[in-house]
C-alpha cells in the first residue's frame, strides 16, 4: 500500500439551500436545480474543488464547498457566476441562506461543515449510486434534470451527491494502473439514491422500497447517464449487470487474477469478482452455479 500525505492548508467553503417555497413555484424550483448542474464543471476544475449536495422533491442543499487554499472573499468571487444566473428567476443570496467562511486547516473546516452533517444522518436500508458522468452532463443535462425528478417525484427517495473533479493531473498522478473502474475517469458526480425511513417504520415498508429502487428509481436515473456507472462502495446490492457497471473494461482482467489466487473460490462477496459463480439456495446456502 501507497500513503500519501499533503501539507495541511486553509480551506474556503460555503452552502446555501432553497426550495420549492423560496424559489416561488415547482417549475422554478427545478429551473434552479438545472442551472446548478449547469454550472458543476466550471465549479470543480478550479483546482481541488469539491461540493457536497443533496436534492429532494422540493428542497435542494449544497451542505458545503471545499475549496483548499482560497480565502471567503476567493469563494463568493467563484460561485458568483451561479449567483448571477439564480437570480434571473428570483433567488437572492438572502433567499437562500448562502453563507461562505474559511478555516485555517482541513481538520477545522471538516468538524465545523461535513461532520455535524453526518453525525446525525440517519443511514437509509435501501440505497444505491449512480455516476453522472461529464459526457451525461454535456450531451443530454435536460435528461439528467428529468433523472432528478423521476427519482424525487414520489418523496420516497432523495439523492446525495458529491461533485469533483478526478482529472487534475497536476494535484497528484497515480502511483501505478489500479483496478478503479475506467468510469471515474469521465464521472462529473456520484449520487447516493436513498430512500425516506427512520426508525420505528416497518420493514416492510423497507422490502417495498427495496422493490420500487429496483424496478423504478435507479432504471429512471440509469437512463438519464447511459454509459456513468456507479461506486460500488455505495452501491445497491440487487445491482444489475454490476460487472460493466462496477468494474467496467477491467473486470475480465480482475477475473483472472482471481482465479489466480483464490482458484477455489473461497473468497466470496455479493457482486465481487467472480461471485456470478455462485448461487443461494432457498436455505440460503452458497452453491456453485450448475
Same mark, same amino acid.
Given at each position: 500500500?501507497?500513503?500519501? &500525505?499533503?501539507?495541511?492548508?486553509?480551506?474556503?467553503?460555503?452552502?446555501?439551500?432553497? /426550495?420549492?417555497?423560496?424559489?416561488?413555484?415547482? =417549475? +422554478?424550483?427545478?429551473?434552479?436545480?438545472?442551472?446548478?448542474? /449547469?454550472?458543476?464543471?466550471?465549479?470543480?476544475?478550479?483546482?481541488?474543488?469539491?461540493? @457536497?449536495? @443533496? &436534492?429532494? =422533491?422540493?428542497?435542494?442543499?449544497?451542505?458545503t464547498m471545499t475549496a483548499p487554499n482560497r480565502t471567503e472573499s476567493e469563494v463568493v468571487a467563484i460561485l458568483n457566476p451561479l449567483f448571477s444566473e439564480l437570480e434571473?428567476?428570483?433567488? @437572492?443570496?438572502? #433567499?437562500?441562506?448562502?453563507?461562505?467562511?474559511?478555516?485555517? #486547516?482541513?481538520? +477545522?473546516?471538516?468538524?465545523g461543515s461535513l461532520e455535524p452533517?453526518?453525525?446525525?444522518?440517519? *443511514?437509509?436500508?435501501? +440505497?444505491?449510486?449512480?455516476? *453522472?458522468?461529464?459526457g451525461n452532463m454535456a450531451s443530454n443535462p435536460a435528461g439528467i434534470?428529468?433523472?432528478?425528478?423521476?427519482? #424525487?417525484? @414520489?418523496?420516497?427517495?432523495?439523492?446525495?451527491?458529491?461533485a469533483l473533479n478526478v482529472n487534475k493531473s497536476h494535484i497528484v498522478r497515480p502511483v501505478a494502473h489500479n483496478s478503479a473502474s475506467p468510469a471515474w475517469q469521465d464521472a462529473l458526480a456520484t449520487c447516493i439514491i436513498g430512500s425516506v425511513w427512520s426508525w420505528g417504520q416497518s420493514w416492510d415498508l423497507v422490502l417495498e422500497q427495496q422493490q420500487q429502487f429496483e424496478q423504478r428509481v435507479l432504471p429512471a436515473f440509469e437512463a438519464a447517464t447511459p454509459g456513468a456507472g456507479a461506486y460500488a462502495n455505495e452501491a445497491n446490492f440487487a445491482q444489475r449487470d454490476w460487472q460493466a457497471t462496477f468494474y467496467g473494461e477491467n473486470y475480465p482482467r480482475l477475473k483472472e487474477l482471481k482465479a489466480?489466487?483464490?482458484? =477455489?473460490?473461497?473468497?466470496?462477496?455479493?457482486?465481487? &469478482?467472480?461471485?456470478?459463480?455462485?448461487?443461494?439456495? =432457498?436455505?440460503?446456502?452458497?452453491?456453485?452455479?450448475?
Open positions: 500500500m501507497t500513503v500519501r &500525505v499533503f501539507e495541511d492548508g486553509p480551506v474556503g467553503s460555503a452552502n446555501f439551500f432553497f /426550495n420549492a417555497a423560496s424559489a416561488g413555484s415547482e =417549475k +422554478a424550483y427545478w429551473d434552479a436545480v438545472g442551472i446548478f448542474h /449547469n454550472h458543476l464543471p466550471a465549479l470543480v476544475d478550479q483546482s481541488g474543488i469539491v461540493l @457536497s449536495y @443533496s &436534492v429532494s =422533491k422540493d428542497t435542494f442543499i449544497l451542505y434571473t428567476i428570483g433567488l @437572492s443570496l438572502q #433567499t437562500m441562506a448562502f453563507n461562505a467562511s474559511e478555516s485555517p #486547516t482541513y481538520s +477545522a473546516y471538516y468538524s452533517v453526518l453525525a446525525v444522518s440517519p *443511514i437509509s436500508p435501501v +440505497a444505491g449510486d449512480r455516476f *453522472i458522468s461529464r434534470l428529468k433523472g432528478f425528478q423521476d427519482v #424525487t417525484a @414520489s418523496g420516497n427517495f432523495t439523492l446525495a451527491c458529491t489466480r489466487y483464490d482458484p =477455489k473460490g473461497i473468497l466470496y462477496g455479493v457482486n465481487s &469478482v467472480g461471485s456470478e459463480g455462485w448461487e443461494l439456495d =432457498k436455505a440460503g446456502r452458497l452453491c456453485r452455479v450448475g
